[in-house]
Each structure stands twice: as C-alpha cells, then as structure tokens.
C-alpha cells in the first residue's frame, strides 16, 4: 500500500482524539490499548467484524499508514469516500453546524509533569469548573 504525499499531509493535520470521538460516536467500541502508542477498535456492520489501530502519536514513522488503513476501512463501513469523512474531522464548526451543538477545543500544558497526557474525569471536572468561573467573572465584569 502506498500513501501519496497529499494523504500523508492531510492526515498529519488529523487530530488522534478527534477520529477517536468519530469512531466511538458511530458505535465503535474500544477493545485495546497499546499503551500510549495506539487504540483497536471494533464495529460489527451487517454480521461482519471490522477492526481499526488509531495511532496515536504523529512522531510514529508509520502514522500516516495507520490513518490511511483507518479511513480506507471506514470507507467500506460507511460506504462513503475517505474525503468525506476527512472532511467532517477536518472542520469542526461543519460538525458543530451539522450536529446542532458547540465544539470546544482545549490544549492543556503540564508544567510540572513533563510528558503527561493524560487527565483523571476529576482533575478535567476541575479544570472545566475553574475555567467556568473564570468566564462568568469576564460576563460579570461587562
């Protein structure tokens, strides 16, 4: 299988956690973790199996593979082209239009545990509850 230079871009600017939400919004089930490199996930689609490994690091040396092999097996459950799944993932105010709803997107930066990426639900509840009130203040103020 080979990748052209186009796909390899466009799939570089995919966010793992983005295609993550895709699959498991449309009834993909998590069935592995490895580690902190990948996730398989499994559908069941008119008695057939299909399973897909979501990379999830971009330094991986063949994550552009992974991602190619990811959309070309939703292509065939979905039974619509890669572009157009590509597409919704790429812009999100389209999904956000689409699905009636606001998408919020946020980078956190560790500062004193370098190379963590994972939150506890209660240490993101904390977050999201202090970011909360920092907005109402900002409303309050005007």
Do not use: H
Not at 26 to 33: A, H, I, L, P
Not at 36 to 58: C, G, H, R
Not at 78 to 107: F, M, T, W
């Amino acid at each position: 299988m080979t990748v052209s230079n186009n796909e390899i871009l466009e799939f570089n600017y995919l966010d793992s956690l983005f295609v993550y939400n895709y699959l498991q919004d449309n009834g993909w089930k998590e069935e592995d973790k490895l580690g902190d490199k990948a996730y398989i996930l499994a559908i069941t689609k008119n008695q057939k199996k299909y399973s897909v490994l979501l990379p999830l690091k971009k330094e991986l040396a063949d994550f552009a593979s992974r991602m190619y092999d990811v959309f070309r097996v939703l292509e065939v459950v979905e039974e619509r082209p890669k572009s157009e799944i590509i597409a919704g993932l790429k812009n999100p105010q389209q999904v956000a239009i689409q699905k009636n709803c606001e998408i919020l997107s946020l980078r956190f930066k560790f500062i004193f545990e370098k190379y963590k990426r994972e939150l506890s639900a209660k240490q993101m509840g904390k977050i999201l509850i202090s970011l909360q009130d920092f907005l109402m203040q900002l409303v309050n103020m005007n």
